[in-house]
C-alpha cells in the first residue's frame, strides 16, 4: 500500500507565484488534512475535510485553499506565495475524525 | 495562544538515563495521541489514551492521562539512541467529549539520546 502520497517533495517559488501540493491517500480514509510545520512551533493545521465535499479551515488557514472533490485526494493551493509560507508542509489522513494519522513524507517549500 | 503546551522544548541526555516529557492544557479534551516523528519523515501514532487516569506502556515508554483529562505524561526508561527524535502530543479540539476531526498538535519535544 501507498498510504498517503505527496508531490513534490521539494520546492522553491518567487514571492507572488502560484502552486498546489498534491495529497493522495488510498486507504479509503474520510478524514484528511493539511498541516505546516515550522522550527519551535510544531505541526499546526491549515485546512482539514472530514469527507468529499466537506472542507473547514484549522488554525492557520490564511493563504491557502483546499478543496475535496474525491475521496482520494486532498490538494493544498497556495494562490500568491509569500516568504512566510516557507515550510515543511504534511499532508494526513485518518479512518474516522479522532483517530490515528497517517502521514505523508513531507513537502519542503521555500518562497524567495 | 498555544491550546497544547509540552515541556521541556528541548532534551539532551544519555544512553541508559530516565526522562519524562509533558503535554498540559487549560481545557480539558476527550482523547489525547502521542506521535514521534524523526528527521525527514511525517510523524508515526505511538499511543492514544482516552479515559482519566489511563497509563499505557509500549516497551521501555510509559504514557499516562491526567485523572482530569487535560494532561498527559511520557515517560521513558532508560533511553536508547533509537529514542531520539520529536514528540508530539495532539488533541481535538472544540469538544470535550468528542471528536471534532480538527486535530491540534502541541510544539513538541526534540530529545536526543547520546550513545
Redesign the interface.
Known sequence: NAG?TQTPKFQVLKTGQSMTLQCAQDMNHE?M?W?RQDP??????IH?S?GAGIT?Q??VPNGYNVSRSTTEDFPLRLLSAAPSQTSVY?C?SSY??????F????TQLSVL | TQLLE?SP?FLSIQEGENLTVYCNSSSVF??L?W?RQEP??????LV?VVTGGEVKKLKRLTFQFGDARKDSSLHITAAQPGDTGLY?C?I?AGQKTS??????????TTLQVKP
Open positions: 498517503v478524514y488534512s498541516y519551535g512551533m510544531g505541526l499546526r493545521l482539514y472530514v473547514d484549522g488554525e504534511f494526513a474516522s475524525k479522532g483517530g490515528k494519522l502521514f505523508g513524507s513531507g | 509540552q522544548q476527550s482523547s495521541q506521535y525527514g519523515e511525517g510523524p508515526v501514532l492514544t508530539l495532539a481535538n471528536n471534532t476531526g480538527k486535530l491540534i498538535f502541541g510544539q513538541g
